[in-house]
């Protein structure tokens, strides 16, 4: 195998999670320099990992991008962990491509993965099962929205950012009747997907593509536990091969000449037993630390080696690995009590047992995970007064 090369520099945009964090560790312990952008400072920028840091408001992302790609020099590699970062690239690839090393998926397709009405119309097309989804634009759009689909429902904002700053807002929900369901539409701002809740267990698919749509590596993984409960992202994951959900998502994404890493959440249809697909992201994914090989290649790592001319060659993932989100573990046990259908506790617990990795601890990067503690404090006391 050739020498490894890392004299080229990776910039990670966005580093507002724990799978931006992921990101920077594991380049940085390939001995990569990782500069890592955010509008506010997060725990992650207390990695020993990171090179530099830039505080970049989000309105400027793009200049500010272009303006250090050049800074930097020779093209750094340009990952994105968040859906605003996610768009910038999207909309000023052209000009990004010229200063950093990207996949050269083509625009047009990347805006409709990223779009949940255009992802509905584009799956429809290529014979890719998909989650029924409905889209109002008025409350009373919302109330007819029960005369297609069958409760429970699950209402979401089809873009999450826009509700950052809005301490009582909520980006989904589940809703078993009309007036839940008009007030939960009312409740977030932009624009909003109504989908059918499908009974069923989720699923992650976690990729890399290079050039021409060529998949590299296809894994998948079932989230075992999530946060919040049922509708959120992976707290507990762990990796099962599918190849129904691989096959379908290679067949999908490479037909497209899909490029780079790639996060998609899928859910098995208990009903009839199809794996729907319910989202694309076209970017790092928080979970992605779950699928790594006997030698410790991720898709992270499997873009910069592929995009620095390095020699990309996955081995052997081991089946049951597990990942899980520490803190996010402890609010979902919270959030569970009381509801009809909680596991027990002693259960819950118990499927902890052999995790892999988590996603804050690391003991050769302390420092986040010290930072990350006030906010662990302060949401679970919010919780435990809550459900005591």
């Not at 980006?171 to 809740?197: H, R, S």
Request: charged share 25%; glycine share 10%; proline share 5%.
């Amino acid at each position: 195998m050739a020498p490894l090369d890392t004299s080229v520099g990776a910039v990670v945009a966005n580093l507002g999670s724990h799978g931006a964090l992921a990101a920077v560790r594991t380049l940085g312990r390939l001995g990569v320099a990782v500069h890592g952008v955010h509008h506010e400072r997060t725990p992650a920028f207390r990695s020993r990992y990171l090179a530099g840091t830039s505080l970049v408001a989000v309105d400027r992302l793009g200049d500010e991008l272009l303006a250090l790609g050049t800074r930097l020099g020779n093209r750094p590699v340009l990952f994105s962990a968040g859906d605003a970062e996610t768009a910038v690239m999207i909309d000023r690839a052209d000009e990004l491509s010229a200063v950093y090393r990207l996949p050269q998926t083509p625009p047009a397709v990347l805006r409709d993965l990223v779009n949940k009405r255009r992802l509905s119309v584009l799956c429809e097309e290529r014979g890719m099962p998909v989650v029924r989804s409905r889209y109002p634009t008025t409350r009373d759009e919302a109330a007819a929205v029960a005369d297609e689909l069958d409760f429970p429902l699950l209402v979401k904002a089809v873009d999450p950012q826009v509700l950052r700053a809005q301490s009582n807002a909520t980006a989904v929900a589940i809703v078993d009747n009309v007036d839940e369901l008009v007030l939960a539409f009312a409740g977030m701002d932009g624009d909003v997907v109504v989908q059918e809740f499908v009974p069923g267990d989720d699923w992650l698919f976690d990729g890399y593509f290079r050039r021409g749509g060529e998949c590299v590596a296809a894994f998948t993984g079932r989230k075992v536990h999530q946060c919040p409960p049922r509708i959120g992202t992976t707290s507990l994951g762990v990796h099962e091969p599918n190849e129904a959900v691989a096959s379908s998502l290679v067949a999908f994404l490479g037909g497209l000449a899909y490029e780079g890493v790639v996060d998609c959440d899928v859910r098995r249809d208990e009903r009839d037993g199809t794996f729907k697909l319910l989202d694309v992201n076209p970017r790092v994914g928080e979970a992605f630390r779950l699928f790594t090989d006997d030698g410790d290649l991720d898709v992270v790592r499997m873009q910069y080696l592929d995009l620095t001319g390095n020699e990309v060659r996955p081995g052997t993932v081991r089946v049951g690995r597990k990942w899980a989100v520490e803190l996010n573990e402890a609010v979902a046990l919270m959030q569970w009590r009381g509801a009809d259908d909680a596991p027990a506790a002693r259960a819950y617990l118990g499927a902890l047992r052999g995790v892999d990795e988590v996603a804050w601890f690391a003991t050769d990067d302390l420092a986040p995970v010290g930072a990350v503690g006030a906010v662990a404090a302060r949401r679970l006391a919010r919780f435990v007064r809550k459900a005591w």
